[in-house]
């Protein structure tokens, strides 16, 4: 090997990827590499997304009912542990109870056998909205 084509390398003995020709096949691997990465990337960009992105305005106005109203005792997500125990996340709801059935309870005020939960009466436009984003947690 001549010092023209000698990779040099820094104190600590590492190569150096930007010295030419021996780093080339480096900085090249480098891209490749990257290159193929790119659309795990956005896949699962897009995976994260598209929930989001799919929900109608009548489920983002739900959503948001349920965040504000009812996050702060129910876990109100695909995924996430209620923060209060006794309080039934909002993704089980449907197998305890018809989802269309509790348009009913929320219009006459829901009454529940424990304190801590709240007397809620919502109108038909609320109701709409908030059951229509619960139908997308099933």
Known sequence: MTADNACPLDQSGAQHAHFYPCGAAAVSSD????????????????????????????????????????????SVDRASQSPLKIAPPFRTLHLRYPVETLGEALAEGIVTGHPTMPEFRLDPDQIHDLLSYMKTLE
């Not at 990465?37 to 983002?60: F, G, N, R």
Request: charged share 15%; proline share 7%.
């Open 31 to 74: 891209r490749s590499a990257m290159m193929r990465s790119v659309p795990h990337q956005m896949l699962l960009m897009l995976t994260l997304a598209t929930p989001a992105l799919a929900m109608s305005p009548a489920e983002q106005r739900g959503k948001t009912f349920a965040l504000t109203n009812c996050a702060r005792c129910h």
